[in-house]
T-cell receptor
Framework: NAGVTQTPKFRILKIGQSMTLQCTQD?????MYWYRQDPGMGLKLIYY???????DKGEVPNGYNVSRSTTEDFPLRLELAAPSQTSVYFC??????????????FGPGTRLTVT | AQKITQTQPGMFVQEKEAVTLDCTYD???????LFWYKQPSSGEMIFLIY??????QNATEGRYSLNFQKARKSANLVISASQLGDSAMYFC????????????FGTGTSLTVIP
């Protein structure tokens, strides 16, 4: 199992450009999440998905979009990049069912700089 | 109100000593999960330990134990016999079913182990 993979590892964007951060998991997890981590801070939830075709906003969704067409993939789209989106982005997945709670498995992160 | 509060931005501990990292949480959901993650300087998020709200006993995983005091809404992480490799950021997190099983993270505690 590769676990949770993210691409790219690093990216520099100019203000106003767009890009998609890719996330794939091979553990058949139903839940997937996107977080951002600003320097010296904890993780803030951007979007999450409870299964294919279902997505919902987290704490900081503005400026981002997601889709979940398959169980495995959960791409994060940045439209019109702004300097405030400079951050490290983590994708995570988890398997949740009634009566259980499993930890989140995290990808290695994508370090994004917008200049 | 903050869902997860970590009041210790930085902690120091002598090698081989025990250290307690504080975490308090806020939820009205009777069923929730509490997690601790370690983030070394390399940036990846590593799951350490999990405590369910209905678990009667404190969770333990090797040198990690979770001091769960439900009435006080605290979930402190205890690391016994600290090692140099324990130097990292530590994040407390909560999964809350009432908000769609979102995970909420604290701001973290930076632990430095002194030889």
């Amino acid at each position: 199992n590769a676990g949770v993979t993210q691409t790219p590892k690093f990216r520099i964007l100019k203000i106003g450009q767009s890009m998609t951060l890719q996330c794939t998991q091979d553990m058949n997890h139903n839940y997937m999440y996107w977080y951002r981590q600003d320097p010296g801070m904890g993780l803030k939830l951007i979007y999450y998905s409870v299964g294919a075709g279902i997505t919902d906003k987290g704490e900081v969704p503005n400026g981002y979009n997601v889709s979940r067409s398959t169980t495995e993939d959960f791409p994060l789209r940045l439209e019109l990049a702004a300097p405030s989106q400079t951050s490290v982005y983590f994708c995570a997945s988890s398997f949740l069912e009634t009566g259980t709670s499993y930890e989140q498995y995290f990808g290695p992160g994508t370090r994004l700089t917008v200049t | 109100a903050q869902k997860i509060t970590q009041t210790q931005p930085g902690m120091f501990v002598q090698e081989k000593e025990a250290v307690t990292l504080d975490c308090t949480y806020d939820t009205s959901d009777p069923s929730y999960g509490l997690f601790w993650y370690k983030q070394p300087s390399s940036g990846e998020m590593i799951f350490l330990i999990y405590q369910g709200s209905y678990d009667q006993q404190n969770a333990t995983e090797g040198r990690y134990s979770l001091n769960f005091q439900k009435a006080r809404k605290s979930a402190n992480l205890v690391i016994s016999a600290s090692q140099l490799g324990d130097s990292a950021m530590y994040f407390c997190a909560m999964r809350e079913p009432n908000t769609g099983n979102q995970f909420y993270f604290g701001t973290g505690t930076s632990l430095t182990v002194i030889p």
